[in-house]
């Protein structure tokens, strides 16, 4: 039996976080919901603490299912088998240390009724223990402008923000690439936006992004994450090179280029630098052309010029400088 909506919980290493979410989630206004949890083989308790919660849910225990994985996959076939057992006619997916405002669900389903949109964002926030930031997303009303966007990275391309028709799914035979753990949201959803015709937003933040997990992947890079987002920027670039209108996006696709070699700079060892300075050449010509962070210049200049140890200075007093300014606004942890 189908539902309005399926949504897609990966579960590892979250015990701190779970009961949170998987309340936030069980509590929503919204009835229609098939809730789907896969266990990645997680080594602490977060299913046994997760099937407790579920009994205080009676109502909801015939809409759940937890799918265990014989082995650790990574979040991206985590996402992948939540997707092959969804039977909703939307997707969303949550990461299971956030947590949803209760009406997130019911608003943006109507939103979708409302405007026969493909795809439904909605603001959020990111979410220490005491504070919170308000984040508003931009978006476009067209799947073209919006694909643009989403590949030069002037809207987040998070997938936890956004109601997407399973249809998109199913029409580009669509799915997380398994591996791919870093980025996975940039490779997975502007492949989505090119077969939307409609997006529509809800200007409220219903979603809260927490930045206090240390065992996110987001936060814990790797010589590994490096070679995952240089699949990633593969990945995008051979779907859009096999698409008759590949010239409307090409120059988004090289500005998301210029924006991940500036992330890999700033977050490799200094061997991995060396390299990472000769990728995408083709950069070089949008640096004047686009926004960049007066950081993001220095640190594509240092590289430019070779001035390794210079720039791994930088980079040390710049990190320093934001843990102090992250510490006295309360969002350390």
Known sequence: MSSKVSIIIPIYNVSAFI?????SLFEQTFDDIEFIFVND???DNSIHILEKVIERYPGRINTIKIINHEINKGL???RNTGLNAARGEYILHVDSDDYLELDMIESMVNKAIETDADIVVCDHYLQWNKVSSYCSQKYSIDGISYTKML???DVTPNVWNKLVKKSLYTKGNISSVEGVDTGED???IPRLAYYAKVIAKVDSPFYHYMQTNRNSYMK?????SIISLIKVLEILNDFFETKNDKELYRDALVIGRLKIKILMLKVSSYKA???I???YPETNSMISKVHISLQGKITLFLAKMHLFIFLGIFLFTQRLFSEIFETLKGRRF
């Not at 009961?19 to 309340?23: I, P």
């Not at 814990?220 to 590994?224: E, F, T, V």
């Open 19 to 23: 009961e949170r979410c998987a309340c």
């Open 41 to 43: 083989c997680t080594p």
């Open 76 to 78: 991206s076939a985590a």
């Open 151 to 153: 590949l030069a990275f």
């Open 186 to 188: 940039y490779q997975l």
């Open 220 to 224: 814990n890079y790797s010589h590994k």
């Open 273 to 275: 630098r060396v390299w």
């Open 277 to 279: 300075t000769n990728l």
